[in-house]
């Protein structure tokens, strides 16, 4: 396992997922115009060793945008398929949590450079320009933001995108349904207190995928669970928090409760700029650190796939397998769609008794998961849900338009593109269940229609013999 | 080429003749470029009236197609005090 990004970077290359790009780079769109490209065609990481107007500064794009880098970040073999790699998580993650440790600052490269007071210039780090037209420079779109609750004292890493708006003040949203929000919110706002935050840029690979993980236990704990040993810790200069030691860039500073300024636009998750600038939380920095030539990650968010879709779409999807059984629900998987921006999810289950495709929708929009996502299509237990080509069948030939769809109004994060104005501004949800089971009701021999496939219409004798004479026939296998 | 661009949500956010509170980019090249500043100023769509150019743009990123022009007359300080 690897403890920091650079060891993770060695592993990329190895893999064949790097590409190092040694030509200057324009942090204005040219870098973020690579990322978005890279997405898009699902291709290697870039590493960009040497950025317009700042020495030293390199970049990583598209850190963990497939399947293959997420199974290279889990220590596995590159062709491991999505079960596999599923499999491997969620075993990983229900093992004990892992404690921290706090190392000393001599230990600690993200203290190698410590600029505080006057002399912090969020403009000396840089901030690409992901996209045009963009409202500014977004520094944190691959890291994760640190806070701490005041009265439990329980860590929260998320991740809230962060813009620059000027040398010491950057701005984003904060929802209140957030881990780090609902303290901010909660606790900090009605006490007019400023909540002390870090923003950690270029984290190890499982660290990122713990602060963009829906789980309730502590994220320090989780990369330790993840990672299999406890993660090294370091305290921070000017606020009371501790960081990940071997981290490229760390920002710190305070979320000021009675101030909001303007944010966004931003290229999002969906695929659009849906949400319009507004006024967002404020982050006040009041320190920077970074180790040499510190390497700034970015994920350009946009169409299908970048790493927060595919992370997203997977932490989501595994939670929500372990609350279905938790609950006692035969499924037999769940699997969210990186393609779908993690707005719709796959579940297979046994249809043991009326109704279990509702039960399996009330229950995933009824938790704290339900906001991000608005489609759930269920699957009896013979659809491979891994399989598209199959799971779009069911969907279209098993799915009663009008005994099959049922819709509800829930909650939901206001950056559905399909919302209006007014239900942004209320984050109200609309939600959708594909019911793709046949009613239990109908005679299996009589009345349910037999499924016409190779594997399902034919004696296995004859499945055999044609298996068996495939290459004599002349096809390749 | 505009020195300065500001994001609205309609045209009647910059009224001519009237001095108006903006957050305003400073599209400088360097290292500064996109630095946001606060400003009460006087905007016109007359891109030779004033001194300084300025694009505009909508709430989701789109350029208006005739840039504007800006003359700024002071900084505000949007920060509250007891956390400055």
Same mark, same amino acid.
């Given at each position: 396992?690897?403890?920091?990004?650079?060891?993770?970077?060695?592993?990329?290359?190895?893999?064949?997922?790097?590409?190092?790009?040694?030509?200057?780079?324009?942090?204005?769109?040219?870098?973020?115009?690579?990322?978005?490209?890279?997405?898009?065609?699902?291709?290697?990481?870039?590493?960009?060793?040497?950025?317009?107007?700042?020495?030293?500064?390199?970049?990583?794009?598209?850190?963990?945008?497939?399947?293959?880098?997420?199974?290279?970040?889990?220590?596995?073999?590159?062709?491991?398929?999505?079960?596999?790699?599923?499999?491997?998580?969620?075993?990983?993650?229900?093992?004990?949590?892992?404690?921290?440790?706090?190392?000393?600052?001599?230990?600690?490269?993200?203290?190698?450079?410590?600029?505080?007071?006057?002399?912090?210039?969020?403009?000396?780090?840089?901030?690409?320009?992901?996209?045009?037209?963009?409202?500014?420079?977004?520094?944190?779109?691959?890291?994760?933001?640190?806070?701490?609750?005041?009265?439990?004292?329980?860590?929260?890493?998320?991740?809230?995108?962060?813009?620059?708006?000027?040398?010491?003040?950057?701005?984003?949203?904060?929802?209140?349904?957030?881990?780090?929000?609902?303290?901010?919110?909660?606790?900090?706002?009605?006490?007019?207190?400023?909540?002390?935050?870090?923003?950690?840029?270029?984290?190890?690979?499982?660290?990122?995928?713990?602060?963009?993980?829906?789980?309730?236990?502590?994220?320090?704990?989780?990369?330790?669970?993840?990672?299999?040993?406890?993660?090294?810790?370091?305290?921070?200069?000017?606020?009371?928090?501790?960081?990940?030691?071997?981290?490229?860039?760390?920002?710190?500073?305070?979320?000021?409760?009675?101030?909001?300024?303007?944010?966004?636009?931003?290229?999002?998750?969906?695929?659009?700029?849906?949400?319009?600038?507004?006024?967002?939380?404020?982050?006040?920095?009041?320190?920077?650190?970074?180790?040499?030539?510190?390497?700034?990650?970015?994920?350009?968010?946009?169409?299908?796939?970048?790493?927060?879709?595919?992370?997203?779409?997977?932490?989501?999807?595994?939670?929500?397998?372990?609350?279905?059984?938790?609950?006692?629900?035969?499924?037999?998987?769940?699997?969210?769609?990186?393609?779908?921006?993690?707005?719709?999810?796959?579940?297979?289950?046994?249809?043991?008794?009326?109704?279990?495709?509702?039960?399996?929708?009330?229950?995933?929009?009824?938790?704290?998961?339900?906001?991000?996502?608005?489609?759930?299509?269920?699957?009896?237990?013979?659809?491979?849900?891994?399989?598209?080509?199959?799971?779009?069948?069911?969907?279209?030939?098993?799915?009663?338009?009008?005994?099959?769809?049922?819709?509800?109004?829930?909650?939901?994060?206001?950056?559905?593109?399909?919302?209006?104005?007014?239900?942004?501004?209320?984050?109200?949800?609309?939600?959708?269940?594909?019911?793709?089971?046949?009613?239990?009701?109908?005679?299996?021999?009589?009345?349910?229609?037999?499924?016409?496939?190779?594997?399902?219409?034919?004696?296995?004798?004859?499945?055999?013999?044609?298996?068996?004479?495939?290459?004599?026939?002349?096809?390749?296998? | 080429?505009?020195?300065?661009?500001?994001?609205?949500?309609?045209?009647?956010?910059?009224?001519?003749?009237?001095?108006? $509170?903006?957050?305003?980019?400073?599209? @400088? *090249?360097?290292?500064? #470029? +996109?630095?946001? $500043?606060?400003?009460?100023?006087?905007? @016109? *769509?007359?891109?030779? #009236? +004033?001194?300084?150019?300025?694009?505009?743009?909508?709430?989701?990123?789109?350029?208006?197609?005739?840039?504007?022009?800006?003359?700024?007359?002071?900084?505000?300080?949007?920060?509250?005090?007891?956390?400055?």
């Amino acid at each position: 396992m690897y403890k920091d990004n650079r060891e993770f970077i060695k592993a990329l290359e190895a893999a064949g997922e790097l590409v190092t790009i040694d030509q200057e780079v324009d942090w204005d769109m040219e870098a973020g115009a690579i990322v978005r490209k890279v997405c898009e065609d699902k291709a290697p990481s870039p590493l960009m060793n040497k950025i317009k107007d700042y020495p030293g500064h390199r970049y990583l794009g598209a850190p963990l945008a497939n399947y293959r880098k997420l199974a290279i970040a889990m220590g596995m073999d590159p062709e491991s398929s999505i079960p596999e790699i599923a499999g491997e998580y969620l075993e990983r993650t229900n093992r004990e949590p892992v404690k921290p440790v706090i190392v000393e600052k001599d230990q600690a490269p993200c203290k190698e450079n410590i600029i505080t007071g006057d002399d912090v210039d969020l403009f000396t780090l840089p901030a690409p320009m992901v996209h045009e037209g963009d409202g500014g420079r977004y520094l944190a779109t691959w890291h994760f933001v640190v806070t701490k609750d005041p009265d439990k004292q329980e860590v929260n890493w998320g991740m809230y995108r962060q813009m620059v708006y000027n040398s010491k003040i950057m701005t984003g949203p904060l929802f209140p349904f957030s881990g780090g929000g609902q303290v901010f919110h909660g606790k900090y706002v009605p006490r007019g207190e400023a909540m002390p935050f870090a923003t950690v840029i270029g984290p190890d690979p499982l660290g990122a995928i713990a602060g963009s993980a829906p789980t309730a236990i502590p994220e320090p704990e989780y990369t330790g669970q993840l990672l299999g040993k406890p993660v090294e810790l370091v305290k921070c200069e000017t606020v009371d928090l501790e960081v990940p030691a071997n981290a490229e860039i760390i920002i710190e500073g305070y979320i000021l409760p009675d101030v909001s300024i303007e944010e966004g636009p931003f290229g999002e998750y969906t695929g659009y700029r849906t949400s319009p600038r507004d006024t967002r939380t404020v982050y006040q920095v009041t320190a920077i650190t970074h180790r040499n030539d510190p390497i700034t990650t970015i994920s350009n968010m946009g169409v299908p796939t970048d790493e927060g879709q595919l992370l997203r779409s997977f932490t989501l999807g595994l939670e929500m397998d372990r609350m279905l059984r938790n609950q006692g629900i035969p499924i037999t998987g769940v699997y969210m769609l990186p393609e779908s921006t993690h707005h719709l999810v796959v579940v297979g289950v046994k249809p043991l008794y009326t109704n279990i495709a509702a039960q399996i929708a009330q229950t995933v929009f009824g938790s704290s998961l339900g906001m991000w996502f608005h489609m759930v299509v269920v699957v009896d237990d013979k659809t491979d849900i891994y399989n598209f080509n199959e799971v779009l069948h069911a969907l279209s030939t098993r799915c009663h338009p009008v005994n099959g769809i049922h819709v509800w109004q829930g909650v939901g994060t206001p950056l559905y593109p399909f919302l209006s104005a007014a239900e942004r501004k209320k984050s109200v949800g609309p939600k959708v269940l594909f019911d793709c089971t046949f009613p239990l009701d109908w005679d299996p021999l009589s009345e349910v229609p037999r499924l016409v496939s190779f594997k399902t219409v034919y004696p296995q004798e004859i499945q055999d013999k044609v298996l068996a004479n495939w290459e004599k026939y002349g096809f390749t296998k | 080429m505009a020195r300065y661009d500001v994001f609205i949500n309609s045209l009647a956010d910059l009224p001519e003749g009237k001095e108006v $509170q903006l957050a305003i980019r400073d599209l @400088s *090249p360097g290292i500064h #470029k +996109y630095c946001y $500043q606060d400003v009460l100023a006087m905007v @016109s *769509p007359d891109p030779e #009236k +004033y001194d300084e150019k300025m694009q505009v743009r909508y709430g989701r990123g789109q350029a208006h197609p005739q840039l504007f022009s800006i003359k700024i007359q002071e900084n505000v300080e949007r920060i509250p005090e007891r956390w400055r």
